[in-house]
Nanobody
Framework: QVQLVESGGGLVQAGGSLRLSCAASGRTFSSYAMGWFRQAPGKEREFVAAVTWRGGITYYADSVKGRFTMSRDNGRNTVYLQMNSLKPEDTAVYYC??????????????????WGQGTQVTVSS
C-alpha cells in the first residue's frame, strides 16, 4: 500500500515556475513507477509525466515537453515536477500516481493503482 501527498501548488503568472512535490509512504516506494496527471474543470484527467522506478527514464506529454521536468528521490520517498514557462492552459488540479505493475510506463489513468488528493495550480495571464 502506498499513500501519496502532493504539495507545492499555487497561483503564478504566465511565464513563471512552480515545483510540485509528492511524498509517498511505504517501504517499497523505490519499486513503484510514478506519474503526474492533471485535470482542468470540465475536462478528462490527462497524463503529464512519468518516471520509471529507478528514475532512469522519464516520459512527457507533448504539451509540457521542454517546460516540465519530473524527477524522483528514492531516499526521500518523493517525486517532483518542476514546471517552467507556465501557461494559462496549464491551470488544473495536479495529481501524483503510483503503480507497482511491471511493464511499460503507462500514460493512462488505469495504469496506476494509487493516487494523491491533488494540488491546485493556477496560471494567470
Amino acid at each position: 500500500q502506498v499513500q501519496l501527498v502532493e504539495s507545492g501548488g499555487g497561483l503564478v503568472q504566465a511565464g513563471g515556475s512552480l515545483r510540485l512535490s509528492c511524498a509517498a509512504s511505504g517501504r517499497t516506494f523505490s519499486s513503484y513507477a510514478m506519474g503526474w496527471f492533471r485535470q482542468a474543470p470540465g475536462k478528462e484527467r490527462e497524463f503529464v509525466a512519468a518516471v520509471t522506478w529507478r528514475g532512469g527514464i522519464t516520459y512527457y506529454a507533448d504539451s509540457v515537453k521542454g517546460r516540465f521536468t519530473m524527477s524522483r528521490d528514492n531516499g526521500r520517498n518523493t517525486v517532483y515536477l518542476q514546471m517552467n514557462s507556465l501557461k494559462p492552459e496549464d491551470t488544473a488540479v495536479y495529481y501524483c500516481a503510483a503503480t507497482g505493475r511491471i511493464g511499460n510506463i503507462s500514460t493512462q489513468t488505469y495504469g496506476y493503482d494509487y493516487w494523491g488528493q491533488g494540488t491546485q495550480v493556477t496560471v494567470s495571464s
